[in-house]
């Protein structure tokens, strides 16, 4: 690749940036370079949807489990080691064919980390924040999600406090599947809600 | 129907709202260059020290998002991560200014002596902060 000059390169403004800082704190005693190196790891290959998925497969599988999640979901969600970093409490909210969930959080990126990792891209982005509540059908129609009209949408806007998990309806077709098969059909989409489960026994007849 | 990938989200919404972007991206990832992931973690690592409580930082970093120029419609994912961590970026530097830690023109002379550094090194060598600590060199 050819370059202009003849050694070095250029930090782009943002990266000398975070640079300063990383320096500045380190030297002060502040943060310790592993320990961050070790913070990227851990939300980069550890902390994911699945944790998430289990919450949902869970629900869908264990009545008395579905019962603790709708009645304190903070509790039930800990009884499975699935703390989150900033103490918030989680809502579990359950769609139902009246009824659809979504999550938004308007203000900024209030997002359940524990559960799902970290937001896309796209939750945080203004569009998002400033649409979901607005037009939230339409939204749902860029994400290729179109509900029955008789179906209500209900978008709730997370806090710093409180977070949501949206337990998505378990698919047709899914009798019998064990907990791990069940959360293997979840995704993070679908827990954020805006996507929704296809129907397994649909399969054999769409792929004609 | 089904679970197939976005189609074409420009078409289905004729009122041209602001695009919301990377949804066709399923694989996208969380962070779109080294320095977002560093200043997460760097965060992550301030809170638990203590320099802020959660409540706090969203309440801050929703003004600076607040107060950012605003995208364009047609604006990548990768464009719409960097505008949020640059929110993110001044949310800390506000923290930290008012905790006393990175006293204000600090982190800029520090960020100018990295980029000497980085020009100042041959490619594929580590950057050192220390060769960016002389005076610029008269090239």
Request: net charge negative.
């Amino acid at each position: 690749m050819p370059h202009d000059h003849d050694h070095g390169s250029d930090l782009d403004e943002m990266s000398a940036r975070v640079m300063a800082l990383e320096k500045l704190l380190t030297d002060k005693g502040l943060v310790e370079p592993a320990a961050l190196d070790r913070i990227i790891d851990s939300y980069e290959t550890r902390i994911g949807p699945r944790n998430g998925a289990h919450v949902v497969a869970l629900a869908w599988s264990d009545p008395e489990f579905r019962d603790r999640l709708e009645r304190d979901a903070t509790e039930a969600i800990h009884s499975l080691g699935y703390t989150g970093r900033q103490g918030e409490h989680v809502t579990a909210v359950f769609n139902t064919p009246e009824r659809h969930n979504m999550v938004v959080c308007t203000l900024c990126s209030c997002y359940p980390w524990s559960l799902l990792g970290l937001p896309p891209v796209w939750y945080k982005s203004m569009p998002y924040r400033s649409r979901a509540v607005r037009e939230p059908r339409a939204v749902l129609k860029e994400f290729g999600v179109t509900l029955p009209g008789e179906t209500a949408i209900r978008v709730w806007d997370s806090t710093a406090e409180m977070r949501y998990l949206v337990i998505p309806m378990r698919p047709g077709g899914s009798d019998g599947m064990s907990v791990e098969e069940l959360a293997g059909l979840v995704t993070r989409d679908s827990m954020i809600g805006t996507a929704i489960l296809p129907d397994l026994a649909g399969k054999e007849e769409a792929r004609t | 129907m089904r679970g197939s990938p976005i189609l074409n989200p420009a078409e289905s919404n004729p009122k041209a709202m602001p695009r919301i972007p990377g949804l066709s991206d399923a694989t996208e990832p969380h962070f779109h260059a080294p320095w977002q992931a560093r200043l997460f973690a760097l965060t992550l690592s301030l809170q638990q020290g203590g320099l802020f409580d959660w409540p706090d930082w969203t309440g801050r970093l929703a003004t600076h998002l607040r107060m950012a120029v605003q995208l364009p419609s047609d604006a990548s994912g990768a464009e719409h991560a960097a505008h949020y961590y640059t929110a993110w970026m001044r949310t800390l530097e506000q923290f930290l200014e008012e905790a006393g830690t990175a006293e204000h023109g600090r982190i800029e002379e520090m960020a100018e002596s990295w980029k000497r550094a980085a020009r100042a090194t041959p490619h594929g060598q580590p950057i050192l902060h220390e060769n960016g600590l002389a005076a610029p060199s008269k090239r």
